[in-house]
């Protein structure tokens, strides 16, 4: 399940981290990082569901 939440954190990071945590802190900071910078946003992502296993 993790590598699936991975391939969608890279295609879409709001959606990955929203499978991990939920609506939370961490899904609405994904939201922010996505719009400033794509980048930011699938590093936060891959770091969310690595940390929450």
């Not at 499978?19 to 930011?40: A, D, K």
């Amino acid at each position: 399940m993790d590598v699936l939440r991975i391939i969608l954190a890279i295609i879409l990071p709001p959606v990955g981290v929203f499978l991990q945590v939920g609506f939370g802190m961490h899904f609405w900071l994904n939201i922010l990082l996505t719009i400033l910078g794509y980048i930011p946003g699938i590093i936060h992502a891959i770091w969310v569901i690595v940390k929450y296993d």
